[in-house]
């Protein structure tokens, strides 16, 4: 049982570039998250989704794109990267509103 | 918007100590609270989860209790051991959807 894995662990970018953060859960979870960590700031949320085919925004959604396709994945796409999205991104998921998040080991992703 | 608050941000006790962590937020009409644990370098584990109409849960050593009035939440850790040194963080929901999250305390415990 592998959990929530998120890949890939380290990326470093250029401005203007983008990419896809990935993101699987194999525990069947409808609820799944994105989440950016910076220092002095507690976690934030960018987008989230509470099943296949449903996503909606969260606090700072502006630069990134989701979608759910399945109920495992739940990509993040920067559509072009700036140097205020170098951050940690966290993935969550959890089985629904009610029950504990579990999250993945993080992106650290640097934009030069 | 939910603001959540937790204080102090870094907290050093020897092994053996009792000791709470504190969470404040500023809207009362919570769906959950969370408390997690993070280690440097990774990811947040859940430790307890709280549901609007309960006050208290426990784990082991770990009490966490809610007063959804006052809008605050504690947790306890009792008989600290070096392995509980992480960085402690809450986090509030409204919805069940949208947590928001406190800046977290970092407790080192010494041998």
């Not at chain 1, 994105?34 to 502006?62: C, F, K």
């Not at chain 1, 396709?69 to 629904?96: G, I, K």
Request: proline fraction near 5%.
């Amino acid at each position: 049982n592998a959990g929530v894995t998120q890949t890939p662990k380290f990326q470093v970018l250029k401005t203007g570039q983008s990419m896809t953060l990935q993101c699987a859960q194999d525990m069947n979870h409808e609820y799944m998250s994105w989440y950016r960590q910076d220092p002095g700031m507690g976690l934030r949320l960018i987008h989230y989704s509470v099943g296949a085919g449903i996503t909606d925004q969260g606090e700072v959604p502006n630069g990134y794109n989701v979608s759910r396709s399945t109920t495992e994945d739940f990509p993040l796409r920067l559509l072009s990267a700036a140097p205020s999205q170098t951050s940690v991104y966290f993935c969550a998921s959890s089985f629904s509103g009610s029950s504990p998040l579990h999250f993945g080991n993080g992106t650290r992703l640097t934009v030069t | 918007k939910q603001e959540v608050t937790q204080i102090p941000a870094a907290l050093s006790v020897p092994e053996g100590e009792n000791l709470v962590l504190n969470c404040s937020f500023t809207d009362s009409a919570i769906y959950n609270l969370q408390w997690f644990r993070q280690d440097p370098g990774k990811g947040l584990t859940s430790l307890l989860l709280i549901q609007s109409s309960q006050r208290e849960q426990t784990s082991g050593r770990l009490n966490a209790s809610l007063d959804k009035s006052s809008g605050r939440s504690t947790l306890y850790i009792a008989a600290s051991q070096p392995g509980d040194s992480a960085t402690y963080l809450c986090a509030v929901s409204n919805t069940g959807n949208q947590f928001y999250f406190g800046t977290g305390t970092s407790l080192t415990v010494i041998p």
